[in-house]
DNA sequence: AAAAACCATTAAACCGTTTTAATTGACCAA
DNA sequence: TTGGTCAATTAAAACGGTTTAATGGTTTTT
């Protein structure tokens, strides 16, 4: 089972292992017959030159980055990564993308991967919460890999870009107050996210700092999966009278708000008209939906331009450069899914 | 600008690099305070060790297929990744993604990297027509670099894993006219694509084997970015008289379709009331959409499944194994975007 | 016919690490 | 004092290729 190496050609083909190379690298100094010789009994073999060991020689000093994102399907992410993908390739950089799909096993497998093989830096969600966990994600004391964080990590010193979650669902919150909402509730995320934490912060923030009091029933368990949030939309109106109902809803993210506003229909409710119904990121699809959705934007490709220029500089430093940490705005932005709401 | 090696470090520290490499994989038979000593060199001097270096050595059989989609924010391409990656995680192999961007310069630096880097094998939406090319990617002859292809390129001696675009759109049509449907107009795709080509191709075949008769109006240069087609649908309603409007539309791709419906409602032109529309690619989006889209659904998880099934064969055969080709079936799936057309 | 030039090939050095075997020095027991 | 352990370190081999300088055989030039 061991591998076939450029010997083992060399020798059954009764040639020099340099002679095997000439073949592999097209050099022209290689006698036609003995080149056809070489190429079949490769093809005989099957033999597969270790890319590792062609790079370390001749140091092909080719510039790549790695991004682990949480979800390769969400467009949230997606965005994020073409940010960094236009800022790196200006600086000639390829950029390499992996998805950890909240699993962090993949995060740890990715981020070794990455400086296994030559990759010079990393972008990452991070998954997991301790200090610990992450530093260790790339031996950080022993291998000096650069990377940044595209969260913060309480306590953690490294390098980060991200937006103040918090913030946001408070603007979205006031906003809603001022439009004259009273009734507002916060469909949640998923239970074992950060952001779903913040996010709830954020909600319970902008009460405190308003007349209307906080009740835990306004914040209601939803999830952002599609299926997930459709359903439990569904059974959360069914439990409720009619005049019991929200007049605002504050969602987790746009693709629980668009799974909402799905169920909403479904239901007879009408956006915005019975109910205001707010985002948040911004996604592609948001505002391509029939009813654009009201939402708090995260500057995605900013996000992902900050990040790579950061981790760029860091690869280029021939020094350990200080740890920066980057908090990019967020923007209300109004569209057609929520509505002031008339007294009578 | 020379690179720092473990020898500077070594040299600056007064140690042998021996040492140097046992502090870096955490062995402990180092003394702490030497440890301490040479772990400060480390940082001062901002040392990275190599990781092919690294790898060379110790052999690392970490297990990872590439793939290069050409476009990372279409939820089409992502889906796919996700087949390849559930199917390779299965396996035990990681999946790292990059995106073309349709750029065939991009396209030739991942296979570079990919071969370069030890990645065991490489799932590729291909750009390039010619087969000339593509074997180029990489370097097909002299490496046994194990691939398969997303499309059929014409003549190649490759694995591929593709769907029917053709077929696909002929379904479409024929559906269309089944639900009796005689004004209908294809909205194509970007003029270079390859896709395009074949879906026009498919759209004059369903009328060749009718009894309508095909015209060259009904070819409309739509484009598939979002704004693009979104304004050029506009501008097509506009130069026509109410009674030359089409009563059905085949999209290029559910995103089009998208953005044509949306162009619809803004022109108070109903769907499906007015106008049926078909979409083709079936993704995500598509169902979620509040006039749920009737497409030809493209089987995208077990594409990508199919895809890393025969790569994962090849990669882990000791022998060349014989090329596949392999054409999986398109569905349509009826939702509400398309109705059957009553006479009057 | 000898010298020069050329072609194809090979042997050896090299890339930057890790690993193994050898070495050194300190400490302890007899 | 001698020898044996043990801990810490080092020198050298190894990983699997590429590249360079040397080699030997032909062909061409004078």
Redesign the pocket.
């Known amino acids: 089972m061991?591998?076939?190496?450029?010997?083992?050609?060399?020798k059954k083909a009764?040639?020099?292992?340099?002679?095997?190379?000439?073949v592999?690298?097209g050099?022209?100094?290689?006698?036609?017959?003995?080149?056809e010789h070489i190429l079949k009994v490769m093809k005989e073999m099957n033999?597969?030159?270790?890319g590792?060991?062609?790079?370390?020689?001749?140091?092909h000093q080719d510039k790549s980055i790695g991004i682990i994102i949480k979800d390769i399907n969400y467009p949230f992410y997606t965005a994020i990564a073409t940010g960094v993908k236009e800022y790196a390739s200006s600086k000639g950089y390829s950029v390499i993308i992996t998805s950890s799909e909240n699993n962090h096993e993949s995060e740890k497998k990715f981020s070794h991967l990455f400086s296994t093989k030559d990759i010079k830096g990393a972008i990452i969600a991070p998954i997991v919460e301790g200090t610990a966990e992450i530093e260790h994600l790339f031996n950080l004391k022993m291998l000096n890999f650069p990377f940044v964080l595209l969260e913060d990590v309480k306590g953690i010193q490294a390098n980060v870009v991200a937006i103040d979650n918090l913030k946001a669902i408070k603007r979205a919150v006031k906003y809603l107050m001022d439009c004259g909402h009273t009734k507002i509730v916060h469909f949640a995320g998923p239970p074992h996210s950060s952001h779903t934490q913040e996010r709830i912060e954020g909600f319970r923030h902008a009460f405190s700092e308003s007349t209307l009091v906080f009740h835990p029933d306004m914040i209601v368990q939803i999830g952002s999966d599609y299926e997930e949030s459709y359903k439990k939309t569904i059974e959360y109106f069914k439990k409720l009278n009619k005049e019991d109902y929200p007049t605002a809803i504050v969602c987790f993210n746009d693709l629980q708000a668009l799974s909402v506003m799905l169920a909403l229909k479904e239901l007879n409710i009408r956006v915005p008209d019975d109910i205001s119904i707010i985002g948040n990121d911004d996604i592609f699809y948001a505002k391509i939906y029939p009813v654009p959705l009201t939402t708090i934007r995260a500057p995605q490709r900013e996000i992902g331009k900050k990040a790579a220029e950061i981790l760029i500089k860091n690869i280029e430093s021939s020094t350990l450069l200080p740890v920066e940490k980057v908090v990019l705005e967020t923007e209300l932005v109004i569209r057609e899914s929520t509505k002031v709401l008339v007294r009578n």
Do not use: C, W
Not at 47 to 50: E, G, I, N, Q
């Open positions: 061991k591998r076939i190496t450029i010997v083992d050609v060399a009764g040639v020099s292992k340099g002679t095997v190379s000439a592999i690298n050099k022209n100094t290689v006698k036609p017959e003995t080149r033999f597969r030159p270790k590792v060991a062609r790079n370390l020689k001749n140091g």
